[in-house]
Structures are given as structure tokens and as C-alpha cells.
């Protein structure tokens, strides 16, 4: 069993009955489900949208290539840079450089899970800059000295009262305070923090190829003030989040929206297409977009599992799922949580280490019901179980048990040959998998189709 393996049963087992964190996600999960079912209400026809939106995807990824070259020629010739970069190595160096070269000293930040897919912040650390996140959820889980929990909503795991006793511990605000009161407590303190930045730094929810442009979408102004003070902008973007047009997003960005939070529309939404361009007043002077494959081309490369790289990251598999509902986000050990991260997270961390996460999952099937864009969730975490097993990835005893299941399932007879005593005897050799807190069903002694034949 990996070391990962471990912690990862271990971490489900504590967190599972933790009756605060329960309590908490229960709360926080109840108030996302109203304000999606509203949203999705909205819809005259949710499937269509659905199915446009993931013809949209389709489309983006398998022509990547084509559309990648667009967004660069175009971004170009409106006077931003741009940057390959195959690794985190070469991300974090492109970025350092721009610093260094600049010198710059300070950085302001709105959410993006590709700069935490490579922990940038610490990186930008090691070199003496401060790197301060202006999304709200992300500012608080910084101030706690933690990752996301959420790829949407990155403090869900904390309650108002957590959130209220951390700002008096750290900033000495008045005990208990509302969040409405922290809310206009962080908005003062960023105010100053945006306007004297060197540095903005962004991802990017689509990539516009058409227009050569970068989509963002939020909810607290907190990106556009990002880009619009700092002198130098940089975007980080994994190559997937390209799309061919312009008018796509006027069915992406709602769909994200009602997706992600409910909402018809986020507030805020951007389109930037370049640096500030002679005789206006906002923007900076110099934007680089940074792209990032970091084994993308290699998901890509995979004909069952490619369809991955469509995800919006809009977080609706993680809130529909009964594992993440339960074991929590840093359960996973994972940038991406959930039912998405279980299946990219054996591509960019390793399948040995992480192929875990695919068994971790009921196949209700939930999450391929809810995604957006149509991705085969479910279907996905049984070829990663598949190919772990085909690459000897999951231990030795894993692997033979399921070339034996395999054997025994593949002809009705083989199964029919062991009488329910035999079959409850293998059941119980697995009971330890399904962990001590679940009980193992009772067989009959003899199977249905044998109780058939006798009666008849
Ligand atoms: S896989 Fe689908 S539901 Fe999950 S985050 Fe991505 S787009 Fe949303």
C-alpha cells in the first residue's frame, strides 16, 4: 500500500466522524444546494445548454493546438507576451524572472487554482516577495496558513464563528464579529494593498482564441482590481482553458455561474485583451500569459480519459459527491478535490502514489449527472481503477484479488460453481478494504439461480 494510501484512509477514517466538520459542510453545502436549484430552475432547457456547452469544450479540446496558436497570435498582436511552459519549473521561473527583472517586491493575487497546482505562493516566498490573495475565501485560508478546501469555495469547511475567531487572533477585531463587519474589515485593508502592488497575478476561466483575450469571472472586484493598478499583469492558465470564441461565453459564463454558486451571472465579469494601450488610463503596462501544460498533453494523450481536460472547474461533482460530503477537501492530498481531482490527480501526481482516489467512490454516477459540460465522471474513475490495475500500480495483493474477481465475474457459471459458504468467505477476506465501520452483507447459501432450479 503506497504511504499516500495510508494517510489517505486514515485522514477519511478521523475526518468522517468529526461531528464539527460535519456540521459545518452540512451547513455550508445546504445553503450551495438551494441557490442551485434555483439556478438551474432558470433553464428553460438545462440538457441543451448542457450539451452546447460541452459540444463548446469538445471543440476546444480537439483542436487545442489550433486554438492555442490563435489565442497567442492574437493576444500578441494586442500587446501582451506570451509563455509555454511545459512544468511547474519552468511557470515558476518565468514568473521569478519577470519579478526579479522588474524588481518587483509585492503581488496581489485573485483565486486561481492553477497557481496552487504550483504553489506559487511559496515560491514567490522564497524570494522575498509577498504574495497576498484578494479573493476573501482565499485571504482567509492564507491567514490560516492553508490551502483551498474547495476549488469554488476555498474556507467552506469554516464556520462564521471559526472565520470571526481567526481575524481576533490574528488582527484583534472585536469578538464574534458578523461577516458583513470582516467583509468591510478586509475590504479597507486590500484597498491599499491593490493600488501599490508591483504585480497582479490571475489565472484565467477561459482563454479567449477568436479575440486573442482572458475570461474572468467573480464575484468580488477583486480580479479586475488586480489587473487594473499593478504596472505588470501575469495570467497562469492550464492550455485547456482555451475556447474558439468570443460569443461562447455568453453560454459559458452563466452555465459556470449557475454551476458554481447558483448565480444566473457572476458579478464581475472581464475580458482583457492586452496591456493599456496608448491614451487610456487603466491597465498595465505589460501582461504576460503564462501556459501551462504541466501533463495536460499527457491526459491528453489518453483516449479514455482526455475528456477530463473539458472540466470548467466549476466545482458541482465536488458538492454532488457523497465521498467529498463526508471526507472533506484535504482528505484528497490533491490540488483538485473531488470527483475531478480523482481523475486527474493519478496524471499529474502519479498513478502508483494516487490511484487510490479512483476507488474512493461509490459509482452513483451523481457527478456525471451534475457536470456541465458533460463529462463521464463516474465512467472515468473505473478506467483509472482499470489501468491501475493493467500497470500493476495498485500492490500486489490488489492486483491478483482483481484478476481473480475479473476471472470469477466474466461467466455467469464460474460465479454459479461457489456456493454462497465460498463466496462468504471471500466476502469476509475483503471486509477489512470496506474499513471497520461497515458490515458486510449476508449471503444466501445458495446462489439465486441454484434457489430458481431447486424450487422449479
Ligand atoms: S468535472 Fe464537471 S462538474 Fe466537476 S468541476 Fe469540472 S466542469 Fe464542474
Known amino acids: 500500500m503506497s504511504e499516500q494510501k495510508k494517510i489517505f484512509l486514515q485522514k477519511s477514517e478521523e475526518i468522517a466522524f468529526d461531528l464539527k466538520h460535519r456540521a459545518t459542510i452540512k451547513f455550508n453545502m445546504s445553503k450551495y444546494d438551494a441557490a442551485v436549484d434555483r439556478g438551474m430552475k432558470r433553464y428553460s432547457n438545462l440538457d441543451l445548454a448542457k450539451s452546447r456547452a460541452s459540444y463548446i469544450k469538445s471543440l476546444s479540446i480537439n483542436n487545442l493546438h489550433e486554438y492555442l496558436l490563435q489565442f497567442e497570435k492574437n493576444i500578441t498582436a494586442n500587446g501582451a507576451s506570451v509563455v509555454w511552459a511545459?512544468?511547474?519549473?519552468?511557470?515558476?521561473?518565468?514568473?521569478?524572472?519577470?519579478?526579479?527583472?522588474?524588481?518587483?517586491?509585492?503581488?496581489?493575487?485573485?483565486?486561481?487554482?492553477?497557481?496552487?497546482e504550483i504553489d506559487l505562493n511559496d515560491h514567490l516566498e522564497e524570494i522575498g516577495v509577498e504574495s497576498l490573495e484578494t479573493d476573501l475565501g482565499e485571504y482567509i485560508v492564507q491567514l490560516a496558513g492553508e490551502k483551498p478546501y474547495h476549488i469554488v469555495t476555498p474556507c467552506m469547511h469554516k464556520s462564521r464563528q471559526d472565520i470571526a475567531e481567526l481575524f481576533t487572533e490574528k488582527f484583534n477585531t472585536p469578538e464574534g464579529s458578523s461577516p458583513e463587519y470582516l467583509t468591510a474589515w478586509v475590504r479597507q485593508k486590500l484597498r491599499s494593498k491593490f493600488t501599490t502592488a508591483d504585480v497582479g497575478i490571475t489565472g484565467a476561466n477561459f482563454l479567449v482564441a477568436d479575440v486573442g483575450?482572458?475570461?474572468?469571472?467573480?464575484?468580488?472586484?477583486?480580479?479586475?482590481?488586480?489587473?487594473?493598478?499593478?504596472?505588470?499583469?501575469?495570467?497562469?492558465?492550464?492550455?485547456?482553458?482555451?475556447?474558439?470564441?468570443?460569443?461562447?461565453?455568453?453560454?459559458?459564463?452563466?452555465?459556470?455561474?449557475?454551476?458554481?454558486?447558483?448565480?444566473?451571472?457572476?458579478?464581475y465579469n472581464s475580458l482583457i485583451t492586452g496591456p493599456?494601450?496608448?491614451?487610456?488610463?487603466?491597465?498595465?503596462?505589460?501582461?504576460?500569459?503564462?501556459?501551462?501544460?504541466?501533463?495536460?498533453?499527457?491526459?491528453?494523450?489518453?483516449?479514455?480519459?482526455?475528456?477530463?481536460?473539458?472540466?470548467?472547474?466549476?466545482?458541482?461533482?465536488?458538492?454532488?459527491?457523497?465521498?467529498?460530503?463526508?471526507?472533506?477537501?484535504?482528505?484528497?492530498?490533491?490540488?483538485?478535490?473531488?470527483?475531478?481531482?480523482s481523475v486527474i490527480t493519478p496524471f499529474f501526481k502519479g498513478l502508483k502514489e494516487y490511484n487510490h482516489l479512483s476507488s474512493a467512490c461509490s459509482v452513483c454516477g451523481k457527478c456525471t449527472e451534475v457536470c456541465p459540460v458533460k463529462i463521464p465522471l463516474h465512467h472515468m474513475l473505473l478506467i483509472n481503477r482499470r489501468d491501475a490495475v493493467r500497470a500493476g500500480a495498485g500492490g500486489f495483493i490488489w492486483n491478483q484479488g482483481m484478476k481473480v474477481y475479473e476471472f470469477a465475474l466474466s461467466k455467469r457459471s464460474r460465479l454459479d460453481f461457489m456456493g454462497g459458504k465460498t463466496k462468504k468467505m471471500f466476502t469476509l477476506l475483503g471486509a477489512n478494504a470496506l474499513g471497520e465501520q461497515k458490515q458486510i452483507p449476508r449471503l444466501a447459501d445458495q446462489s439465486f439461480s441454484k434457489q430458481w432450479t431447486t424450487k422449479k
Open 276 to 341: 493599456k494601450k496608448p491614451g487610456e488610463s487603466d491597465g498595465p503596462d505589460q501582461m504576460i500569459v503564462i501556459l501551462l501544460d504541466n501533463k495536460r498533453s499527457q491526459l491528453y494523450s489518453n483516449d479514455d480519459q482526455y475528456e477530463a481536460l473539458k472540466c470548467i472547474r466549476c466545482g458541482a461533482c465536488l458538492n454532488a459527491c457523497p465521498i467529498y460530503r463526508n471526507i472533506g477537501g484535504y482528505t484528497y492530498d490533491a490540488t483538485y478535490s473531488g470527483p475531478i481531482g
Open 86 to 116: 511545459e512544468n511547474t519549473e519552468e511557470a515558476i521561473e518565468a514568473v521569478k524572472k519577470i519579478l526579479i527583472e522588474n524588481h518587483s517586491k509585492t503581488v496581489v493575487k485573485s483565486k486561481s487554482m492553477t497557481t496552487e
Open 213 to 267: 483575450g482572458i475570461a474572468l469571472t467573480e464575484n468580488e472586484g477583486n480580479a479586475l482590481m488586480s489587473v487594473s493598478f499593478p504596472k505588470i499583469h501575469i495570467v497562469i492558465a492550464g492550455i485547456e482553458k482555451v475556447i474558439p470564441r468570443m460569443r461562447d461565453l455568453g453560454l459559458m459564463w452563466p452555465i459556470l455561474a449557475a454551476h458554481g454558486t447558483g448565480q444566473q451571472v457572476s458579478v
